[in-house]
T-cell receptor, first 113, second 112 residues
Framework: DAGVIQSPRHEVTEMGQEVTLRCKPI?????LFWYRQTMMRGLELLIY????????DSGMPEDRFSAKMPNASFSTLKIQPSEPRDSAVYFC???????????FGPGTRLLVL | RKEVEQDPGPFNVPEGATVAFNCTYS??????FFWYRQDCRKEPKLLMS???SGNEDGRFTAQLNRASQYISLLIRDSKLSDSATYLC?????????????FGQGTTLQVKP
């Protein structure tokens, strides 16, 4: 079975550019999570969805970040405009229930120059 | 104070050694507890859930002390393949059970 799929796997962009990260959760999972991982701050939850509805976006750092889930099989995390401090690994994860195991995608390594 | 605190290590141990990791959490309302494993440049993966009565999975034993808000992971007879970062994870409490809070991780290096 396919796991969580993320694209792109690597992204290098210049400051000020728009960045869009994509995620396809495991089929049948109704929870989707976006995380960011840096050396300084570790793994942080940015936002999570249940049945395509955002439940908690308190981790979204600022208005430059936005996330959408137009349907059960696709979500995007957008950064506009991007800044060098946004450089990190962004993970998407999904689960079949609130207390069920979260399965992570391989991550997108973002470098903003 | 961080919500989940771990000793970052690194722990450098020889093959066959027993090693223990500890973790404390600040939210007394947390109800779910986990250990995740993350290999270098890879995604985190669930190692095991942690139950109040303690639980064992092969060479791995997890313990939870709710009164002290303390979680532990014991690895016996460590293997080279156990080298990784181990993340202590708790949920966000009864009002936000879907939210997982990760510790910074403890790095283990098992040497031949």
């Amino acid at each position: 079975d396919a796991g969580v799929i993320q694209s792109p796997r690597h992204e290098v962009t210049e400051m000020g550019q728009e960045v869009t990260l994509r995620c396809k959760p495991i089929s049948g999972h109704d929870y989707l999570f976006w995380y960011r991982q840096t050396m300084m701050r570790g793994l942080e939850l940015l936002i999570y969805f249940n049945n395509n509805v955002p439940i908690d976006d308190s981790g979204m750092p600022e208005d430059r970040f936005s996330a959408k889930m137009p349907n059960a099989s696709f979500s995007t995390l957008k950064i506009q405009p991007s800044e060098p401090r946004d450089s990190a690994v962004y993970f998407c994860a999904s689960s079949s229930g609130q207390r069920e195991t979260q399965y992570f995608g391989p991550g997108t390594r973002l470098l903003v120059l | 104070r961080k919500e989940v605190e771990q000793d970052p290590g690194p722990f450098n141990v020889p093959e066959g050694a027993t090693v223990a990791f500890n973790c404390t959490y600040s939210n007394s309302a947390s109800q779910s507890f986990f250990w995740y494993r993350q290999d270098c440049r890879k995604e985190p993966k669930l190692l095991m859930s942690v139950y109040s009565s303690g639980n064992e999975d092969g060479r791995f034993t997890a313990q939870l002390n709710r009164a002290s808000q303390y979680i532990s992971l014991l690895i016996r007879d460590s293997k080279l393949s156990d080298s990784a970062t181990y993340l202590c994870v708790v949920n966000g409490g009864s009002s936000n059970t879907g939210k997982l809070i990760f510790g910074q991780g403890t790095t283990l290096q098992v040497k031949p």
